[in-house]
């Protein structure tokens, strides 16, 4: 079966600092791949997504960036956070072909930057 | 474009009582798919259930079942003999276009009363 890990859980970073998220998926391979970012009682916002090794789209333009160094690796980095990067950051990955695909999601990692 | 709408922010039903959440949809498309994502208080994503548009009989897992209308463009959730661990953010989400990204609605916040 696969399985999606994220970390760090929880993160409380002050504001200029940089930013590391790590999302790996186990079980599967060449999955699609995807950050979403999450604001308290808030809908879900699309970051990036992925559907190869170093192929990476943007959604939102802002001072994130994210890389895919492996197969199933994501990652989500800051070079200096913002007040306003705070929320929840959510990866998922993808599987199904056409309109039949489904996204299945990790824990998530509630960022707080101070 | 493709648009998702879930119209009611906030929801409350009696323990062991019927609720039903609401999702209407924009789309040009004549085959989709329709999900519904729960996301309790831990935070993580879980999938509910799932509607092929071409499938006229209506999805049903346990206690959840849709109630969908094509021609309406409307795929409402109903939760059977509601429990406490309902208690949780539902949202709406549509795959119609084959670009392996959902359409999301702004979620249901769902209160269950004991």
Redesign the interface.
Known sequence: SQTIHQWPATLVQPVGSPLSLECTVEGTSNP?LYWYR?AA????Q?LF?S?GIGQISSEVPQNLSASRPQDRQFILSSKKLLLSDSG?Y?C?W?RGQ???????????T?LTVT | AQTVTQSQPEMSVQEAETVTLSCTYDTS?S???L?WYKQPP??????VI?Q?AYKQQNATENRFSVNFQKAAKSFSLKISDSQLGDAA?Y?CAY????N???I????T?LIIKP
């Open positions: 699609n999450q009682g808030r809908g879900l699309l997504y559907v929840f959510l998922a993808g056409g309109i039949s695909y489904e996204q299945y999601f990790g824990p998530g509630r | 498309e085959d989709y798919y999900f831990s935070r993580q994503m879980i999938l799932r092929e953010m949202f795959n119609g276009d084959s392996y990204q959902l999301w609605g702004a979620g916040k």
